[in-house]
């Protein structure tokens, strides 16, 4: 993350944790509660730790070239760790554990730090002896172990193998230039190090996920600030989570954020800084029309709107949607607000 981008997200998450004071005390801790997933994602990322076993020659920017990240610049070596960078700034952390690999090598990485995920990689047959010191290297890990395998006459015999060799393997092998390659393997990462990963890789279908997790969670928190019966009070809290949103997902690309790039893009909306106002002020509306509901009806429509904002900034900047598009996208996501629950 580029120093002026992680400026603007903190900023923007202080501001909201600033704004948490002036709701009623009642609504903090569940909101605090969606926020969890939020900073365990975004503000404690790090660099996916991956360590490689197997008989694969390729070198690291070879194999992740191959995923179609390129090229990938390789970095200082740390405790046998070595950092790649993408295009995009993104990270990754490799311990090459090999067959040429020598055992000091493997043994000082591994006590350094434990990596998120063992990939086996196999260009050719895997040979008795040789896989016998795979077994071994990769099973000191004690981490998920999956198969890289670019030759398919090879790869069920892997799979054979990951099977019968650990109890914590996935039991898959993927092929490198499979585009579900990064995405998989971006799924079986710990949350701080999905972001990383799916930027390096720009894995699309992981960035959209990653995102769409995140807006569930924004969503439900406009929702449980809107229910509080007083006049505005909630409206900065509003504004702050939604531009908060929207960067966060601009963020999910890799692309740089900027508060005036999160400002065009609700002002190429329709809804400038008066987003938060416009779904506060629609469910006081909806409040008088249909009491019965009460504050519920305004809970729904601030959440449906953050959704509908969310829905929308996922479609342009990941999804590569036109502004026409994502305009139109935005319009009917509004108009099919989810009805209030009768059930507990």
């Known amino acids: 993350m580029s120093n002026d981008s992680t400026k603007t997200l903190l900023r923007l998450y202080d501001r909201f944790v600033g704004l948490l004071d002036k709701l009623p005390g009642g609504i903090q801790k569940p909101v605090l509660q969606e926020l969890h997933p939020i900073r365990d994602l975004f503000l404690d990322r790090r ?22 990240v390129r090229p990938v610049h390789t970095g200082d070596a740390a405790h046998g760790w070595r950092e ?4 995009c700034g993104a990270s990754i952390s490799i311990l090459d554990t090999r067959s040429d690999a020598p055992e000091e090598h493997v043994r000082t990485g591994l006590e350094h730090q434990s990596p998120d995920l063992v990939l086996v ?32 006459a090879f790869r069920q015999r892997l799979t054979d193998l990951l099977i019968d060799g650990w109890r914590n393997s996935i039991a898959t092998v ?18 701080q190090a999905q972001i990383e990963f ?26 449980v600030v809107a229910l509080q019966p007083i006049p505005l009070a909630d409206l900065p809290v509003l504004l702050a ?39 506060r002020e629609t469910a006081r509306v909806a409040v008088r029309i249909v009491p019965f509901w009460g504050n519920a009806v305004s809970g729904l429509v601030a959440g449906a709107g953050t959704y509908a904002i969310g829905r929308a900034a996922i479609a342009y900047f990941i999804d590569d949607t036109p502004l026409e598009g994502t305009r139109l996208l935005f319009k009917r996501l509004l108009r099919k607000p989810a009805a209030p629950s009768t059930t507990s």
Do not use: N
């Open 47 to 68: 660099p996916a730790r991956i360590q490689l076993a197997g008989g694969g020659s390729a070198s690291v920017p070879a194999l992740f070239a191959a995923m179609g």
């Open 174 to 191: 993927f092929e490198p230039s499979d585009p579900a390659t990064a995405e998989s393997l971006c799924a079986l990462l710990p949350p």
């Open 121 to 152: 990689v196999q260009e050719t047959e895997p040979l008795p002896e040789e896989w016998k010191e795979t077994l071994t290297r990769a099973a000191l890990a004690q981490a998920p172990v999956i198969g890289i395998c670019p030759e398919p």
């Open 198 to 223: 799916a930027q390096f890789t720009q894995a699309r279908r992981a960035q959209a996920y990653i995102a769409s997790r995140l807006l569930r969670s924004f969503s439900a928190i406009c929702g």
């Open 241 to 279: 989570l939604q531009s908060l949103m929207v960067g966060l997902v601009i963020h999910t690309t890799g692309r740089p954020v900027g508060p005036k790039l999160i400002a065009e893009f609700l002002a190429a909306l329709g809804l400038g800084a008066a987003a938060g106002f416009l779904f």
């Open 84 to 87: 790649y960078t993408s295009p």
